[in-house]
């Protein structure tokens, strides 16, 4: 069986993700060009490491003046030690407002820009691409991202400043003893780099955990009729549990390794300041060095520490954000509707829709092969045969959600491609074979088709198309809610909302897949008394099983796996012993030999 890991390889593969250096500088231009928050930034960290560096300076001076008696001298830097302290607490709580507010901005914006994106994208692109990778890549990669512009680059920046105006202060003041301060440190940066691969697989290993968590429960939740009908209860138990113990033991050794990490970072520390204390006394005594200067560079190896630590781990964190911020970008930079809508021509239908040699894949086999139809404006058209034989792929095709791999759509002479998508959808309203239904009212997903009609309008709609019956034992009428998904109705119900919603937006063109699948014989037959005079100058395409309905259409195509193998009137398709004689035969309880 596929891994998540495997199907995130291909998904990354299919968007084409950038290198983590690309990402990372056009992520930096992207916050850079949030010029005057971005000035301020720099200008609060580089004043942070400036304060950050004088006042051991200062603190060391003062030590020396009390040492020498000199009391003008305690107090003046007694005083710019308190007064670097307030400067460094104000820049610092401006680096940090500046860093959130810069952090922040850049994750709306790519959240936005990749939800934005998503709306325009072609319908394939969900077909390779699942809807946990898109959401996880929205939410947690933004999130990481956010830890990283935040916090940890800005801190490593002006940690990185502080030690290197240190340093060369340091080296200014006292060039033997600097050399022995930063003896440890190599041995430091060897540690953090070598342990860091392990604090970050283990990590990795915590997420990855996580993620199986989270899909196992969602899907758990979902099937959870199914997995009571069948008793297996006590094995999904099973496997969720054995998901959570992965959970917990990635948890626990992850924080082992931190912890081991962290305590060897304190001792490697005291030894440099052990290190620098034994060579500072022996400066003393040789009357090298001052009381002060040595405490100033204590505090100065102290202050190391903590940028060079940051420094080791920013490696990981730049590593998985900018891996997050790559696959960002892939989403916001996937070609919009790429080959399906190259155009800019305003649709208009007067005459027909013409299928030309039109064939499709999915990938694999064809789902459609050598489709020729001619469907004329006004003309009402239904599309029959078996389960899989490519109805909804072919509807699909209609629709402009995906384009054909072989052949040409043309309407009113003009190709497909041509044609500016969002015009040609005006014109059409289709009944999906699987209804959606957003969280709300029915009134309000009715209006999602046409915010404009009225409570009125939809109720009068209701009583046109003889639907009253269907809702009438809802508790609230149109106010009732759906629920999630729309859960809360029964399946006839939600076709009957879907069949509204096409029909209120009063569309040239009607495309109904399987419409009354889910409603009962009698409401259906209400329903089609009603339409009849509703597709009046309507062009309608028409997919179904039912043979009750095929009395709306004035032509009928039938489909084979892949291919029309008939077309006709309901009388020649009858005359003819085919694939349409027989599906219907077998509706109406008819053998073959023409007894019942
Ligand atoms: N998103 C997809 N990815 C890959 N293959 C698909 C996809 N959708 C459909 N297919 C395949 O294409 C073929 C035709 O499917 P289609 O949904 O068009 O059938 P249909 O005639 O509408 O069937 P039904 O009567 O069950 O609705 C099937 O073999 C199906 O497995
Ligand atoms: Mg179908």
């Given at each position: 069986?596929?891994?998540?890991?495997?199907?995130?390889?291909?998904?990354?593969?299919?968007?084409?993700?950038?290198?983590?250096?690309?990402?990372?500088?056009?992520?930096?231009?992207?916050?850079?060009?949030?010029?005057?928050?971005?000035?301020?930034?720099?200008?609060?960290?580089?004043?942070?490491?400036?304060?950050?560096?004088?006042?051991?300076?200062?603190?060391?001076?003062?030590?020396?003046?009390?040492?020498?008696?000199?009391?003008?001298?305690?107090?003046?830097?007694?005083?710019?030690?308190?007064?670097?302290?307030?400067?460094?607490?104000?820049?610092?709580?401006?680096?940090?407002?500046?860093?959130?507010?810069?952090?922040?901005?850049?994750?709306?914006?790519?959240?936005?820009?990749?939800?934005?994106?998503?709306?325009?994208?072609?319908?394939?692109?969900?077909?390779?691409?699942?809807?946990?990778?898109?959401?996880?890549?929205?939410?947690?990669?933004?999130?990481?991202?956010?830890?990283?512009?935040?916090?940890?680059?800005?801190?490593?920046?002006?940690?990185?400043?502080?030690?290197?105006?240190?340093?060369?202060?340091?080296?200014?003041?006292?060039?033997?003893?600097?050399?022995?301060?930063?003896?440890?440190?190599?041995?430091?940066?060897?540690?953090?780099?070598?342990?860091?691969?392990?604090?970050?697989?283990?990590?990795?290993?915590?997420?990855?955990?996580?993620?199986?968590?989270?899909?196992?429960?969602?899907?758990?939740?979902?099937?959870?009729r199914t997995i009571k009908s069948f008793n297996v209860e006590t094995k999904m138990e099973g496997k969720f549990d054995h998901l959570?113990?992965?959970?917990?033991?990635?948890?626990?050794?992850?924080?082992?390794?931190?912890?081991?990490?962290?305590?060897?970072?304190?001792?490697?520390?005291?030894v440099g300041i052990a290190i620098v204390l034994i060579a500072g006394a022996l400066q003393l005594r040789a009357g090298v060095a001052t009381v002060g200067i040595l405490v100033a560079f204590v505090v100065y190896v102290q202050e190391f520490f903590d940028p060079v630590v940051q420094l080791s781990q920013l490696y990981n964190s730049y590593q998985s954000s900018m891996v997050g911020v790559a696959r960002i970008y892939g989403i916001i930079d996937y070609p919009r509707q790429a080959t399906e809508d190259t155009g800019n021509r305003e649709a208009a239908f007067n005459d027909a829709i013409e299928l030309r040699e039109v064939s499709f894949s999915y990938g694999d086999d064809d789902a459609l092969r050598d489709i020729n139809i001619k469907i004329r404006r006004g003309e009402r058209v239904g599309i029959v045969g078996h389960t899989g034989a490519g109805k909804t792929t072919l509807s699909n095709l209609l629709m402009k959600f995906f384009s054909p791999t072989g052949g040409e759509i043309l309407i009113d002479g003009n190709r497909f491609q041509d044609i500016e998508t969002g015009s040609f959808r005006r014109l059409l309203a289709p009944v999906l074979q699987e209804p959606f239904m957003f969280k709300g009212t029915i009134y309000e997903n009715v209006l999602f088709s046409n915010p404009d009609v009225t409570k009125e309008y939809v109720s009068e709609m209701i009583e046109k198309f003889s639907l009253s019956g269907i809702f009438e034992n809802l508790p609230n009428g149109l106010d009732t809610n759906v629920g999630e998904m729309g859960r809360n109705l029964s399946e006839g119900q939600r076709q009957a909302i879907s069949i509204l919603r096409a029909f209120i937006r009063e569309p040239e063109i009607l495309i109904l897949d399987e419409p009354t699948s889910q409603i009962d014989p009698y409401s259906e037959s209400l329903i089609m008394d009603s339409l009849n005079e509703f597709l009046e100058g309507k062009t309608l395409i028409l997919i179904t099983h039912r043979f009750s309905m095929v009395k709306l259409v004035d032509r009928i195509v039938v489909l084979n796996e892949g291919n029309i193998v008939e077309e006709g009137t309901f009388h020649d398709l009858m005359a003819t012993e085919g694939v349409f004689n027989q599906l219907y035969n077998i509706q109406y309880g008819i053998s073959g030999d023409g007894k019942s």
């Open positions: 069986m596929k891994t998540a890991a495997d199907y995130e390889e291909q998904e990354e593969s299919f968007i084409k993700t950038q290198k983590g250096m690309t990402a990372f500088k056009r992520l930096m231009s992207d916050i850079f060009s949030m010029r005057r928050e971005s000035a301020i930034l720099v200008v609060a960290v580089l004043i942070t490491a400036i304060a950050g560096t004088l006042y051991p300076l200062a603190l060391g001076y003062a030590i020396n003046s009390v040492i020498d008696g000199n009391f003008n001298g305690l107090l003046i830097f007694s005083a710019s030690f308190f007064v670097l302290y307030v400067v460094q607490f104000f820049s610092n709580r401006q680096r940090t407002i500046s860093s959130t507010f810069l952090a922040q901005s850049e994750i709306k914006d790519l959240r936005d820009r990749s939800f934005e994106n998503l709306q325009y994208v072609p319908v394939s692109f969900f077909s390779k691409v699942r809807t946990g990778y898109l959401i996880s890549r929205i939410t947690n990669d933004a999130e990481t991202l956010s830890e990283f512009l935040t916090f940890q680059l800005p801190q490593v920046v002006s940690g990185i400043a502080t030690v290197i105006v240190s340093v060369s202060i340091m080296f200014y003041k006292d060039f033997n003893l600097t050399l022995y301060a930063l003896i440890v440190i190599p041995v430091l940066l060897a540690f953090s780099f070598s342990i860091q691969g392990k604090v970050r697989r283990n990590y990795l290993r915590t997420r990855k955990t996580i993620a199986a968590i989270t899909g196992n429960l969602s899907e758990n939740i979902n099937a959870i959570n113990r992965k959970n917990f033991s990635a948890n626990m050794k992850a924080s082992m390794v931190s912890s081991l990490y962290g305590t060897t970072i304190r001792v490697i520390e005291s």
